[in-house]
């Protein structure tokens, strides 16, 4: 069965403070990875990543995929309260399906 | 350049109820897939519409359907509403030429808060 899996589900931290999010997954037929931010309801899109070990960077976000170890990464540095969101990640299949993690909650404290 | 809109933006409906929610994709997209959020569950795919066609379906009962319209707007009903049917419906379309050409990524909605009383 087909899934993929966030962790950790929440996250407290500080202002200023680094963090690292992970998504792994179980896809067949895998044909790319996501990640999108959702602050309030709707999902906003972040990253595409497709190939192994190129890194995607905007400011302070930047993302990795690991094609043999079946993971991504997504980091975030120096963090801002405008952060505090729910981050999700999506695997989309051949076949056109996204598979959506349970998503990870961080909170960024002042 | 319009996003994508979803009608209403809340709903509370009793049990055993049906419900139809609307989705307008951004000009231009004609792939518009529907999804079902809540806290427990997460993101759950509902179905995927390519021009009319339903081109994917995610494991939900068939109380859970959908169409799409020539003009690429889609509307998802559900009929015999469950209180576990309470969930943010978030609308997603993309940019798509056809034969899986040319995909953007989804732009998403900001949903649809039904509540199942």
């Known amino acids: 069965e087909d899934k993929v899996v966030q962790s950790p589900l929440s996250l407290v931290v500080h202002e200023g403070d680094t963090v690292t999010l992970n998504c792994s997954y179980e896809v067949t037929n895998f044909r790319s990875l996501l990640w999108y931010k959702q602050e309030k309801k709707a999902p906003t899109f972040l990253f595409m990543l497709t190939s192994s070990g190129i890194e995607k960077k905007s400011g302070r976000l930047s993302s990795i995929l690991d094609k043999k170890e079946l993971f991504s990464i997504l980091n975030i540095t120096a963090t801002q309260t405008g952060d505090s969101a729910i981050y999700l990640c999506?695997?989309?299949?051949?076949?056109?399906?996204?598979?959506f993690g349970t998503g990870t909650s961080l909170t960024v404290i002042p | 350049k319009a996003g994508v809109t979803q009608t209403p933006r809340y709903l509370i409906k009793t049990r055993g109820q049906q419900v139809t929610l609307s989705c307008s994709p951004i000009s231009g997209h004609r792939s518009v897939s529907w999804y079902q959020q809540t806290p427990g569950q997460g993101l759950q795919f509902l179905f995927e519409?390519?021009?009319?066609?339903?081109?994917n379906k995610g494991n939900f009962p068939g109380r859970f359907s959908g169409r799409q319209f020539s003009n690429s707007r889609s509307e998802m009903n559900v009929s015999t509403l469950e209180l576990g049917d309470s969930a943010l419906y978030l609308c997603?379309?993309?940019?798509?030429?056809?034969?899986?050409?040319?995909?953007?990524?989804?732009?998403f909605g900001s949903g649809t808060r039904l509540t199942v009383v």
């Open positions: 519409y390519f021009s009319e066609t339903q081109r």
């Open positions: 999506a695997v989309v299949h051949t076949g056109n399906q996204f598979y």
């Open positions: 997603a379309s993309r940019f798509e030429r056809g034969s899986g050409q040319g995909r953007s990524s989804y732009t």
